[in-house]
């Protein structure tokens, strides 16, 4: 049996883990992303697109989870078992950096919202918010799953209660729903499946991760649950920012702040502070189990250190970029973790049958993992770029590279 793979300390329960995943699945990114696919299409479409987008969130989220309550495996340890002792550092620095990506822009809502709430300050209250977020991720991850338990637990329920009044309001302000349903976009947008694509690849970086958290659960129960409660919190951001661009044409939550106005305002940048709050900590976790394991950097550096880069990142687009540009971050996101995914979820649950590789057996570098992984990417590249396929890029390559995973391994006979 490998070292690692055993069952360590189930010191998370059902409400723990819960509050976990839908902690984390509560960031303003999402709404972000969500008003630019599903804002653009009719009502029923953008549903069916969410509801698409969150079924594969989901299952590929309960997959994943499921090796990590089985195995006791956090995300580096899933790595090496498929891509080799070394090879494994490749996509486990390549998780870190996709995460810190993400997490910039989680940090970039907090000091917009600070901007917001305290506009007499000017800039000087983007920076103050950067502090603060940046100081919540340290102390949210410093005791490991432990504190984020703890700050999860007690702030979850402010944040949906915000969240729920921001989406009625909303409603409100836009007409009613019977004026929503028959909202007409005035140009076309996204396919619908290109668009739960989107949705599905912007968090493909984190779903490996996500082993992390279950690796600690009392039960598998709490996984089968957990992970799609905290999916759905997506779909749900989805849904407001699609109300958002329907009511006031806007393109990211501190605009709909700014539209709603008043006491709404103030709720919905309330609602930003306490929502990424929760969120950025998990994203500093997951960070520092890659970080810790593939480079052995060591992890009081990692938790700081993490935070400040965010932080710096985040200074950047606010002094130029387009907070935007997260939808072409996360469609390339999709191309490397889909087939990265699909590779684990061959390589545990068909050719070891729900077992790993004993640690001694592993190769340096597994020819297999790597080939699926670069095969898939350039897959995507050319599916979405040279082709006039409307497909779900990340979803079909999960599929495909499953497959050729199994073939290099059984067929081939590749380690």
Known sequence: MNEIQSKGKRTVGMWGLISIFIAYGITLNTFTVGSEAAGHMP???????????????AIAGVITGNI????????????????GRWGYKVPSVLASIALVGFAAFDYWYVGAALVNLFPGLGSAAFYIGIVVITLAAIFGAIKDVTSLKWLTSSTVPIALVLFFIIMFVTINRGGGMETLMNYQPPMAGMPLLVGANVMFSCWLSTVPGFMDFTSQAKTRKAVFWAVPLGMLVIGFQYFVGQLGTYAFGIVDFTSLAAALGGTMGLICNLFTLVAQANTVPASTLMITSHLTSSLKLPRIAVI???????????????LGADISIISSFGTIVGFIFAPLLAAIFAEYYIVGKRKFADTEDLSKVSPSGMITIVAGFILGVIISNFTSLQLPTAMVLMVICFFLHIFLRKVMHFK
Not at 68 to 83: L, Y
Not at 304 to 318: C, E
């Open 68 to 83: 990590g309550w089985e195995t006791g495996f956090r995300a580096p340890d899933a790595f090496k078992s498929t891509f």
């Open 304 to 318: 700081i250190g993490q935070p400040v880069i965010a932080a710096s990142l985040a200074i950047a687009m606010y």
């Open 43 to 57: 009502l029923w479409s953008g549903l069916l697109m969410i509801i698409i987008g969150w079924a594969g969130l």
